[in-house]
T-cell receptor, first 112, second 113 residues
């Protein structure tokens, strides 16, 4: 069956460190992968999109990698800040169905 | 642009009542999506439209759920009759097309008692 797996345990890191979140998938042929941020009581906010033929994408302090062989994406936040504390969701667009399917998300807590 | 606008923000209704959720997408976005979010199941895609036409409604849980998009600036999701297990946050999102991120509304928190 198709699965998108994100670490369900919260990630706690110290301010200034690099946070790395993982997204693994099985039985998907994603055309691209997206990362979103969600704060409590709010809708997800789009951060980055990376296509299947791209290895890496950067935006300010954010970096996403996409390894279609390992079926994995890594999401990095460098020089993390308490304001980066939120739940981060990865989402795959299935090239078969055209649907964007979300993982369950990983909660990041950055401590000052 | 004010973003994707959803109403109401909160809805509490009794089991068996009809519930209508509303969404105004971003002007110029050709795609509109309805998602439901619960702790147990996360974000689930219910239905999506392209140019006001429903493309895939395979995520709609039952015939009690229906969605319409009469024009490019308005969509509704209706539940009739509502049941307690429909309690969730319902999000509407819009997108400019394949290869673009989605813009989500603030959601409607539905509680069916």
């Amino acid at each position: 069956s198709q699965k998108i797996e994100q670490n369900s345990e919260a990630l706690n890191i110290q301010e200034g460190k690099t946070a790395t979140l993982t997204c693994n998938y099985t039985n998907y042929s994603p055309a691209y992968l997206q990362w979103y941020r969600q704060d409590p009581g709010r809708g997800p906010v789009f951060l980055l999109l990376i296509r299947e033929n791209e290895k890496e994408k950067r935006k300010e302090r954010l970096k996403v990698t996409f390894d279609t062989t390992l079926k994995q994406s890594l999401f990095h936040i460098t020089a993390s800040q308490p304001a980066d504390s939120a739940t981060y969701l990865c989402a795959l667009l299935s090239s078969n169905t055209g649907k964007l399917i979300f993982g369950q998300g990983t909660t990041l807590q950055v401590k000052p | 642009d004010a973003g994707v606008i959803q109403s109401p923000r909160h809805e509490v209704t009794e089991m068996g009542q009809e519930v209508t959720l509303r969404c105004k997408p971003i002007s110029g976005h050709d795609y509109l999506f309805w998602y439901r979010q619960t702790m147990m199941r996360g974000l689930e895609l219910l239905i999506y439209f392209n140019n006001n036409v429903p493309i895939d409604d395979s995520g709609m849980p039952e015939d009690r759920f229906s969605a319409k998009m009469p024009n490019a600036s308005f969509s509704t999701l209706k539940i009739q009759p509502s049941e307690p297990r429909d309690s969730a946050v319902y999000f509407c999102a819009s997108s400019a097309g394949t290869g673009y991120g989605y813009t989500f509304g603030s959601g409607t928190r539905l509680t069916v008692v």
